[in-house]
């Protein structure tokens, strides 16, 4: 095996330390295949040079390995953390890789007389204090819900707190006890306070025998109505109690996971149970499965690579799931796992975490229930993700098809739609979006702002937003003389759609021509007798005869979303254009004497731009922190 290699790699491999780090390897491109850790480098990275791997997907990475690079840390812990931000950070090429772009959502009370209760998103601060993580956005308001119904805890912002003269209609339906015009005190508020977090935080028992006390005492001084209001919070927070599908007894706090693994892709279902509470599941779907050797989880001298790659193919994925989970995330005392992990990872995520972490495999009793409930989940989200990239596959096959194309590889068959909206030719805008592995590229959609031309005029804005997108490409094309763009670099799309018939296909078709581009990728997408939808018929640059796929064609469904997303983006984009440039927007946050702040209880009292400049100076004069003066200066400046 050593032979394929370079001398400079082999030398490199024999003059490691033997030390703990983290080493990454590279292909001719320069493309990262894989990142490893190891107790000791010289160790673990020469057993992948002095061995013959044979055709193993071992062999193949190893093959193509032409630079290394490595750091050298201090202790197992730190070369996990690192290992695992640069697979999340770099994509390698043959590491299970878990993507996720949310956070979790929490629960926040705000830090007040009267702490407000408020979903949230983003870095915690220590002046409040927050509940969860959720695994989700519904649950936490799900739980906001129950707790107004329980506790009527407010959730009103503290500038519209700070301006009532009376409650409001959440008082009325008694999901708010009033506290901004002081219908109660700030002990008993305080109290319910306390008993939210209690319940957040399962003491659920205490607090119903608190309750129950104050019933009965309410009921012995004959104050019968306080009494009744008190049952029916009992009686709400014990439905919900009753609702819970896993009683999870004496652990308070745990997560499940789950994993399956079919067809080629995986799923790792996470049930999240805290205080006492299921609070619902997230799944997550790796990439790069098939090609996945060794996760590097463990690598030392006692675990080799063979070991490692020899092990179930679902215990793979679920380690290289915890240790790129869980390093960011806060991580419960308890998980109970569909399948054995190494007790050595755990070790590392507790010292790294500081939370002592026990892991359960073939759980009884109630833990079972758990694991079951979790793997059932497991199965269903992985037979929806398959049963939806199938159908996604015939889609895109279809319209291939039916244009007579022939992709190298169907997967990366890529379409750039572009669209122009305005109103009137009022604040013109293009949107490109992207369709690419058989579904949209949402991180890839642009917008373009169409300047210079006559308002109203689609065609001068197709040639304008079509040459700014590719006049690089075709540059570049040029540069390489017409071979294959080099990874990394802008390249042509398989097919690029136009919303409109033949005049814009016509305008599409000269910018191309003085690119130097191939007409065969411009299609037009034309509405049908009628513009009904189903009727569209499909323009060629390149002078092929136009042709209507029908009503139920795979195909048009297709091309219609592509087209009708693309219209989505554009007048999402025109809307805000033309918004900020009629009310002044951006004018607004160019006051001076305006700040954040002040800019956010102006949109707050006057429910966004648009009220503000409609208000008269009176109205802002009244506006906490906007002074006379200052209120003419934004009313001029408005006008």
């Given at each position: 095996?050593s032979?394929?290699?370079?001398?400079?790699?082999l030398?490199?491999v024999a003059?490691?330390?033997?030390?703990?780090g983290?080493?990454?390897y590279?292909?001719a491109?320069?493309?990262?295949?894989?990142?490893?850790?190891?107790?000791?480098l010289?160790r673990?990275?020469?057993?992948?040079?002095?061995?013959?791997?044979?055709?193993?997907?071992?062999?193949?990475?190893?093959?193509k390995?032409v630079?290394?690079?490595?750091?050298?840390?201090?202790?197992?812990?730190?070369?996990?953390?690192?290992?695992?931000?640069?697979?999340?950070?770099?994509?390698?090429?043959?590491?299970?890789l878990?993507?996720?772009?949310?956070?979790?959502?929490?629960?926040?009370?705000?830090?007040?007389?009267?702490?407000?209760?408020?979903?949230?998103?983003?870095?915690?601060?220590?002046?409040?204090?927050?509940?969860?993580?959720y695994?989700?956005?519904?649950?936490?308001?799900?739980?906001?819900?129950?707790?107004?119904?329980?506790?009527?805890?407010?959730?009103?912002?503290?500038?519209?707190?700070?301006?009532?003269?009376?409650?409001?209609?959440?008082?009325?339906?008694?999901?708010?006890?009033?506290p901004c015009?002081?219908?109660?005190?700030?002990?008993?508020?305080?109290?319910?306070?306390?008993?939210?977090?209690r319940?957040?935080?399962?003491?659920?028992?205490?607090?119903?025998?608190?309750?129950?006390?104050?019933?009965?005492?309410h009921?012995?001084r004959?104050?019968?109505?306080?009494a009744?209001?008190?049952?029916?919070?009992?009686?709400?927070?014990?439905?919900?109690?009753?609702?819970?599908?896993v009683?999870?007894?004496s652990?308070?706090?745990?997560?499940?996971?789950?994993?399956?693994?079919?067809?080629?892709?995986?799923?790792?279902?996470?049930a999240?149970?805290?205080?006492?509470?299921?609070?619902?599941?997230?799944?997550?779907?790796?990439?790069?499965?098939?090609?996945?050797?060794?996760?590097?989880?463990?690598?030392?001298?006692d675990?080799?690579?063979e070991?490692?790659?020899?092990?179930?193919?679902?215990?793979?994925?679920?380690?290289?799931?915890?240790?790129?989970?869980?390093?960011?995330?806060p991580?419960?005392?308890?998980?109970?796992?569909?399948?054995?992990?190494d007790?050595?990872?755990?070790?590392?995520?507790?010292?790294?975490t500081g939370?002592?972490?026990?892991a359960?495999h073939?759980?009884?009793?109630?833990?079972?229930?758990?694991?079951?409930?979790?793997?059932?989940?497991?199965?269903?989200?992985l037979?929806?993700?398959?049963?939806?990239?199938?159908?996604?596959?015939?889609?895109?096959?279809a319209l291939?098809?039916?244009?007579?194309?022939?992709?190298?590889?169907?997967?990366?068959?890529?379409?750039?739609?572009?669209?122009?909206?305005?109103?009137?030719g009022?604040?013109?805008?293009?949107?490109?979006?992207?369709f690419?592995?058989?579904?949209?590229?949402?991180?890839?959609?642009?917008r373009?702002?169409?300047?210079?031309?006559?308002?109203?005029?689609?065609y001068?804005?197709?040639?304008?937003?079509?040459?700014?997108?590719?006049?690089?490409?075709?540059?570049?094309?040029?540069?390489?003389?017409?071979?294959?763009?080099?990874?990394?670099?802008?390249?042509?799309?398989?097919?690029?759609?136009?919303?409109?018939?033949?005049?814009?296909?016509?305008?599409a078709?000269?910018?191309?021509?003085?690119?130097?581009?191939?007409?065969?990728?411009?299609?037009?997408?034309e509405?049908?007798?009628?513009?009904?939808?189903?009727?569209?018929?499909?323009v060629?640059a390149?002078?092929?005869?136009?042709?209507?796929l029908?009503?139920?064609?795979?195909?048009?469904?297709?091309?219609?979303?592509?087209?009708?997303?693309?219209?989505?983006?554009a007048i999402t984009?025109?809307?805000?254009?033309?918004?900020k440039?009629?009310?002044?927007?951006?004018?607004?946050e160019?006051?001076?004497?305006?700040?954040?702040?002040?800019r956010?209880?102006?949109?707050q009292?006057?429910?966004?731009?648009?009220?503000?400049a409609?208000?008269?100076?009176?109205?802002?004069?009244?506006?906490?922190?906007?002074?006379?003066?200052l209120?003419?200066?934004i009313?001029?400046?408005l006008?």
């Amino acid at each position: 095996m050593s032979e394929a290699h370079s001398e400079q790699l082999l030398s490199e491999v024999a003059a490691l330390p033997a030390l703990p780090g983290v080493y990454r390897y590279f292909d001719a491109d320069g493309g990262l295949l894989y990142v490893g850790k190891a107790l000791n480098l010289k160790r673990r990275v020469s057993s992948y040079f002095q061995k013959d791997h044979g055709g193993t997907r071992i062999g193949h990475m190893v093959s193509k390995i032409v630079r290394m690079e490595t750091t050298v840390v201090r202790s197992e812990a730190e070369a996990l953390l690192l290992e695992n931000n640069l697979i999340k950070t770099q994509n390698p090429k043959y590491n299970i890789l878990f993507r996720d772009d949310k956070s979790y959502p929490y629960l926040k009370l705000a830090s007040h007389a009267y702490p407000r209760m408020a979903y949230y998103r983003g870095t915690v601060e220590k002046k409040h204090r927050y509940f969860g993580p959720y695994p989700s956005a519904w649950a936490v308001k799900e739980t906001i819900q129950l707790l107004q119904k329980v506790f009527r805890l407010r959730t009103c912002e503290d500038t519209v707190f700070n301006n009532r003269s009376r409650p409001c209609l959440l008082y009325q339906i008694k999901r708010c006890s009033g506290p901004c015009v002081d219908l109660v005190s700030a002990e008993d508020y305080a109290r319910d306070v306390a008993d939210a977090e209690r319940f957040l935080r399962g003491e659920t028992q205490a607090v119903m025998g608190e309750m129950e006390s104050r019933m009965m005492a309410h009921a012995e001084r004959l104050e019968f109505e306080q009494a009744a209001e008190i049952r029916n919070q009992m009686s709400a927070l014990s439905k919900v109690l009753h609702q819970q599908a896993v009683d999870t007894g004496s652990d308070q706090d745990a997560d499940i996971l789950a994993v399956r693994v079919q067809g080629g892709r995986a799923c790792v279902n996470l049930a999240m149970v805290r205080g006492g509470r299921h609070l619902g599941d997230r799944p997550y779907f790796p990439v790069h499965v098939e090609d996945a050797v060794n996760p590097g989880l463990l690598d030392d001298a006692d675990a080799s690579a063979e070991e490692r790659s020899e092990l179930p193919v679902e215990v793979r994925v679920l380690e290289a799931f915890i240790a790129q989970h869980y390093p960011g995330v806060p991580v419960p005392p308890l998980l109970v796992t569909s399948v054995p992990v190494d007790k050595r990872l755990l070790a590392t995520l507790s010292e790294q975490t500081g939370v002592r972490i026990a892991a359960v495999h073939n759980p009884r009793e109630q833990r079972r229930i758990w694991l079951e409930m979790a793997q059932t989940n497991a199965d269903l989200q992985l037979a929806r993700l398959l049963s939806e990239e199938g159908s996604q596959q015939a889609r895109t096959r279809a319209l291939v098809d039916a244009l007579d194309l022939e992709p190298e590889d169907l997967d990366a068959f890529r379409i750039e739609c572009f669209d122009i909206s305005h109103t009137a030719g009022e604040a013109t805008q293009a949107s490109c979006v992207v369709f690419q592995h058989h579904k949209m590229q949402n991180s890839e959609y642009r917008r373009f702002n169409i300047e210079g031309i006559t308002g109203g005029d689609d065609y001068a804005a197709m040639r304008q937003v079509l040459t700014r997108r590719y006049g690089k490409v075709a540059e570049a094309l040029r540069e390489a003389g017409g071979a294959a763009p080099a990874p990394g670099q802008a390249r042509l799309p398989d097919l690029v759609l136009v919303d409109g018939g033949k005049g814009q296909v016509s305008m599409a078709r000269e910018v191309f021509e003085s690119l130097g581009l191939s007409l065969s990728v411009i299609v037009g997408v034309e509405k049908g007798e009628g513009r009904k939808v189903g009727l569209e018929e499909l323009v060629f640059a390149d002078g092929r005869d136009k042709i209507y796929l029908g009503r139920d064609s795979a195909a048009l469904m297709l091309v219609a979303q592509i087209r009708d997303e693309a219209h989505r983006f554009a007048i999402t984009g025109m809307r805000a254009q033309r918004a900020k440039v009629r009310v002044g927007a951006s004018r607004l946050e160019d006051i001076a004497g305006v700040g954040p702040k002040k800019r956010a209880r102006l949109l707050q009292r006057f429910g966004g731009v648009r009220g503000v400049a409609a208000a008269s100076v009176e109205d802002l004069s009244m506006v906490e922190g906007i002074s006379r003066d200052l209120a003419e200066e934004i009313y001029r400046a408005l006008h």
